[in-house]
């Protein structure tokens, strides 16, 4: 009989003496844990404000903060986290008061016995994600119930709204199948229906992409047919994204693997096959199979590169990046719009059209049609060019991507002056996209990029 394999899990480690945390992270690494270590209380305590973990081990005698005072600040703000003590003394007040204070769930004596350890990690990780387990399948159990309430409460009503909605559809399917000349525009009015109704609002791009679109081409002077099938594509890029599972639309692109890295990757070819049978649509379809192909051949699904590309496939790829990477779709969390725009210059001649970057950055940055200000001047500055009554255009992420400012908010001297301490303090620099104010005439200063949404 093997043992179960690991728990795949966060541990933070803290004592003050380097090879004591040396020694720990030799016996758990072959674990197959996340370690992270720290060497005094108060930066645990960032640690834990920064990370998301499972279970802390900590000395118990430090100087400053002790372990027993900081798993006790650990119980109250992160009650859910494992909190186990590591001692060199057998002190049985030290272990109650751990106890009555940090709520401990083990009491660990130095030198500790390796497998002793590894086996009690084991077990509480164990007992942590079985009722993480349980908590989830209360809260199912309890959505489930009350959904079944109200479904056994208007039953009737809800039948007949149902049967409405598959009658609607069904009377704007009739329509489309009545007039062949328009049926590329319906198809593509009710794929993107569809795919709108598979994902969470936050990550239907499709519009956005479109309207970046319709501004580039125009900006590139592409011919009306060019510009349709840019559109149609705009609208109907992540069509082979509707046979997905929920799991795999909400994960970013590079945190799959496996079988799901291989369903991703096969996302434009199904796109491309179910639109073969709409003749209108050959080369929107031709654009949505090639969107993942990188310029130095290394994408998918057939290694073109360079200029074998489709032109419009090239220019399909820098929209969807660069609002894919601002939705958190690509890597783990959100890159800020000005971050997401450096990544496109980084990566140009290896995965973008060289020739198409730098023109689609400078879009973005004068007119920003994805930002969707509706003709409303923006202005793109730095924190000493800001005024006092200017509007923030969009929110404000700190370079590790900490949101600072909301959209909409309104610049005072004060909040101005605390953005320019900030690029001394963190020696970074910080661009904002602002509205100018309402009362303020005054022509932007010399070198001041302005933009119109």
Same mark, same amino acid.
């Given at each position: 009989? !093997?043992?179960?394999?690991? /728990? ?16 720990? #992270? #030799? ?9 992270? !270590? ?37 119980? +109250? ?12 003394? &057998? ?38 994600? &079985? ?10 159990? $309890?959505?489930?119930? @009350? ?9 009737? =009503?809800?039948?007949?709204?149902? !049967? ?17 000349? =328009? ?8 794929? *993107?229906?569809?795919?709108?109704? $598979? ?12 309207? /970046?679109?319709? &501004? ?18 705009? *609208? ?28 991703? @990757?096969?996302?434009?070819? !199904? ?22 192909? $990188? ?23 820098? &929209? ?12 783990? #969390? ?8 450096? /990544? ?23 007119? *920003? ?6 003709? +409303? ?6 924190? +000493? ?6 509007? /923030? ?27 320019? $301490? ?32």
């Amino acid at each position: 009989m !093997t043992d179960s394999p690991p /728990l795949v899990a966060t541990l933070l480690l803290v004592d003050d003496e380097p090879h004591v945390l040396s020694a720990l #992270r #030799r016996e758990l690494r072959r674990e197959g844990y996340r370690l992270l !270590t720290a060497d005094n209380g108060k930066t645990a305590l960032e640690r834990m404000a920064e990370e998301c973990i499972d279970a802390i081990i900590s000395d118990a005698l430090m100087p400053g903060m002790d372990g027993i005072e900081l798993l006790a600040q650990v119980q +109250r703000d992160w009650p859910e986290c494992l909190r186990l003590l590591l001692t060199g003394k &057998a002190d049985l007040n030290a272990a109650v008061r751990a106890i009555n204070e940090g709520r401990i769930y083990h009491y660990i004596a130095k030198p500790w016995d390796a497998t002793e350890l590894r086996q009690t990690l084991r077990l509480a990780l164990s007992h942590q994600q &079985a009722e993480r387990e349980r908590q989830r399948l209360e809260t199912l159990t $309890r959505a489930q119930n @009350r959904e079944l309430v109200a479904l056994n409460a208007n039953l009737e =009503q809800r039948v007949a709204d149902r !049967t409405a909605e598959l009658q609607q559809t069904a009377n704007m399917l009739d329509a489309a199948y009545g007039d062949l000349e =328009q049926s590329y525009v319906t198809a593509t009015r009710v794929f *993107a229906s569809l795919i709108n109704q $598979r994902l969470p609002r936050h990550l239907q791009t499709n519009a956005t992409v479109g309207n /970046l679109l319709t &501004a580039f081409a125009e900006q590139l002077g592409l011919d009306e047919e060019s510009q349709r099938d840019l559109q149609m594509a705009a *609208a109907l890029y992540n069509l082979g994204k509707l046979t997905w599972n929920d799991h795999l639309l909400t994960t970013p692109s590079e945190r799959l693997f496996a079988a799901d890295r291989d369903a991703y @990757r096969r996302y434009p070819e !199904t796109g491309e096959s179910l639109l073969m049978a709409l003749e209108h649509l050959e080369g929107t379809a031709t654009i949505i199979r090639h969107h993942r192909e $990188r310029w130095n051949g290394s994408g998918f699904p057939d290694h073109l590169k360079e200029q074998a590309i489709p032109y419009g496939a090239r220019l399909l790829s820098l &929209a969807v990046d660069f609002i894919e990477l601002q939705r958190g779709m690509i890597l783990p #969390r959100k890159v800020p719009r000005h971050s997401a725009l450096a /990544l496109l210059e980084k990566f140009a001649g290896r995965v973008y059209d060289p020739a198409l970057v730098a023109p689609f950055v400078e879009l973005c940055l004068e007119q *920003a049609p994805d930002l969707g200000v509706g003709g +409303r001047k923006v202005l793109s500055l730095e924190p +000493r060019k800001l005024e006092p009554g200017m509007q /923030l255009a969009q929110d404000l992420h700190s370079p590790a991507g900490m949101l600072l400012l909301n959209q909409g908010k309104e610049l005072s001297r004060g909040l101005i002056d605390k953005l320019i $301490r900030l690029e001394e303090l963190e020696d970074t620099r910080l661009t904002l996209l602002v509205h100018p104010a309402e009362e303020s005439d005054a022509e932007p200063e010399p070198g001041t990029k302005t933009q119109t949404g």
